[in-house]
DNA sequence: GAGTAGTGCAACGATTGCATTGCACATCAT
DNA sequence: ATGATGTGCAATGCAATCGTTGCACTACTC
């Protein structure tokens, strides 16, 4: 199951900021709470907590509580469903393209 | 080739747009000028034109000059490379996780 | 129960991004 | 040459985003 079309300017969007990027790479690694995340960012640990609602709005990750702790996780495969659709884009433009490009030629 | 993980964010916060987004489409279909996609558009031709800049310097995007018109085309090849780097990110993110909580099952 | 650690919420300021309008310049057609 | 078309650049207004600080609340620890 792929997410709709309409949704991935949004779901892109969340993967376009710096800060982001760099927690989602750390959750890549291993699960971890806001608080953690924040001690290796160079931001308050509000700023992080934000971002990682952001992160979780676009499907990315998911939150799991232990206790009176929140761990964020990586989600794997939203962002394969991400690469699958945005390869299918890319496919069917070279086709299209491709055509056009020979119509031309032809 | 793949591009820079640095540079992912940048590319992605050039597709986190539905004006772009849409351009984007517009021009997988076939390669039209500023002017021809402002017509498509509700907003101004300038603007436009500034959202095909950021694709442009994202790579997402090149140019093609015809007398007076700058003709724009969608480059899939560069969106094949940000999925496969995308898809690549995954795998390693879903491995590492799985091994985590085989873990801690375990 | 007292103290500590982890979150969440709200208000504020600064920065960035988006779209607009107006103007100037280059190019094509007549 | 004249007029129309396609671009580019600059200034402005508006809205969203990002980060901060301060405070309150909940859940562990002792």
Redesign the interface.
């Known amino acids: 199951m792929t997410i709709g079309t309409e949704s ?11 800060t ?2 760099g927690l989602l ?1 750390r959750l ?4 971890a709470s806001a608080t953690a995340l924040a001690a290796d960012q160079p931001i308050s640990r509000q700023a992080v907590a934000r971002h990682l609602e952001v992160l979780r709005e676009a499907g990315l990750v998911e939150t799991e509580i232990h206790g009176r702790e929140v761990r964020y ?2 989600i ?2 939203r ?2 469903a ?3 659709d ?2 299918a ?6 086709s ?2 491709r055509s ?1 490009k020979a119509a031309a030629e032809g």
């Open positions: 991935l300017p949004a779901a892109f969007a969340a993967l376009g900021d710096d982001r990027w790479q890549g690694t291993a699960p996780r990586a794997g495969s962002l394969s991400l690469a699958r945005l390869d884009l890319a496919q069917g433009w070279e299209r393209l056009i």
